[in-house]
């Protein structure tokens, strides 16, 4: 994967404030933390007895333990793995079943959603996750900017966010009331290229890291899923994305809609339970990662009580992700977690292994990977800077589930949680 350019242009601009940190990182006393397996760069196997040293939120240094070398904190015979990564959150919204998104949307002040956002990005780097993409405020503006700036300045505790702000849909084909254009809507509703332009540069302007883009949806409140945009509207849109240097993520579900913006050059495709053979293999030759969102899907057909046609989601969402795991395309992990509860995005992780990759896979898919497709080296193993430390009892090589039995995570300094 490139790197991030926008990234890049970042850390040039605050070269100055680099150099601040880098003084203060001198003047901070290091932390040793002592574990009996840590996970090795290649996500496979253990590294037996190391020291990992650790200044604020920075890995310094990972070495082989000295014999009876002292430490700050000895975590035993424990499993240690860097912070996990969702590509794919919704930390303004709760459960569904909770409050429907509907009523989330439409009555639910932006202030109180942003607060609580606060909460839910607590509960998901309790549960290991260092680090989350935010595909859409639904309704509430750029408060995942805000989230991240608080989370910046150190006001709440949580993962690293990176934001898309309000998200692109077509006018007609998102909710609540398509038909209505007069009420508040979960996206940016645009036509045409021209519009689809302004919303892009106008996002980029809030903030935005990530362009989000529904390439298909529900025509009306009851029509079918099919392509919003032309193939001609997402290459615009990815270009100007481009010019914004920013990348870019899209919902689809249908082949088509799919295929179009494969073709548009996107960098992800959310659920893509619908491609074919021949939009996989484009996919897997153009790079571009899968985001599957299982555990989402779960949540919705349990809402649902298990009845009724939408039951159907769930096979046709491992049917998809079995194709494409087959396929070789590269999957990441992402929850779409908001739908159901904060702090439980690691049953994607789990309902991956159970539709056929091995634990190993899954948790690349959440580690490396998902790192790769930020343009981030500096997450992702335990000796990137940023990667932050997750301390667990069991094995997750043996047994995905293990990853529950978070007994700390470490990032920002010494501040540790566990176990819930
Ligand atoms: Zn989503």
């Not at 604020?56 to 912070?83: N, Q, R």
């Not at 709760?94 to 949307?105: G, S």
């Not at 900017?145 to 990176?162: D, Q, T």
């Not at 290459?235 to 809609?257: F, N, S, Y």
């Amino acid at each position: 994967m490139p790197l991030h350019d926008a990234g890049m242009v970042v850390r040039s601009a605050c070269a100055v404030a680099v150099l601040f940190a880098g003084a203060l990182l001198s003047a901070q006393r290091p932390s040793t933390w002592r574990c009996k397996n840590v996970l090795a760069k290649d996500g496979a196997s253990w590294m037996q007895d190391v020291v990992v040293t650790t200044i604020l939120d920075h890995v310094i240094s990972v070495k082989p333990a000295e014999p009876g070398e002292p430490v700050d904190t000895d975590f035993g015979d424990a499993y240690m793995i860097p912070g996990l990564i969702d590509l794919h959150t919704h930390l303004l919204l709760r459960p569904y079943d909770q409050v429907t998104w509907d009523e989330q949307v439409r009555t639910e002040s932006n202030e109180l959603r942003a607060i609580r956002a606060g909460t839910h990005a607590l509960q998901t780097l309790r549960a290991g996750f260092v680090a989350v993409r935010e595909l859409g405020t639904e309704g509430a503006g750029a408060a995942d900017v805000a989230l991240k700036e608080a989370l910046a300045e150190g006001l709440v505790r949580g993962p690293m966010v990176f934001a898309s702000t309000r998200a692109i849909a077509r006018r007609g084909c998102y909710g609540p009331d398509p038909e209505d254009p007069t009420t508040k809507k979960g996206a940016q509703m645009v036509e045409g290229v021209d519009e689809i332009r302004a919303a892009v540069r106008a996002q980029a302007a809030l903030g935005a890291d990530w362009i989000k883009v529904y390439a298909d949806y529900r025509h009306g409140s009851k029509g079918a899923v099919a392509p919003t945009f032309s193939r001609d509207e997402l290459v615009a849109l990815c270009d100007e994305a481009a010019k914004c240097k920013l990348p870019v993520a899209a919902h689809a579900t249908t082949d088509e809609g799919i295929r179009n913006a494969v073709e548009a050059s996107v960098r992800t495709i959310e659920h893509g339970a619908g491609a074919s053979e021949a939009t996989l293999s484009r996919m897997k030759a153009k790079g571009i990662v899968l985001v599957p969102c299982l555990a989402a899907n779960e949540a919705i057909v349990r809402y649902a009580g298990h009845r009724g046609p939408i039951v159907e989601r769930l096979n046709a969402a491992k049917a998809g992700f079995q194709r494409a795991l087959a396929a070789g395309v590269t999957i990441a992990c992402g929850s779409d977690a908001g739908v159901f509860a904060h702090g439980e995005n690691v049953r994607e992780l789990e309902l991956m292994v159970e539709y056929g990759m091995t634990p190993e896979q899954a948790l690349r898919a959440a580690t490396s990977t998902a790192a790769a497709v930020l343009g981030r080296t500096d997450l992702g193993h335990i000796g990137a800077r940023q990667s932050g430390l997750v301390v667990l009892t069991a094995d997750p090589l043996r047994d995905i589930t293990a990853l529950r039995s978070v007994r700390a995570v470490i990032r920002e300094g010494d501040e540790r949680w566990g176990p819930r």
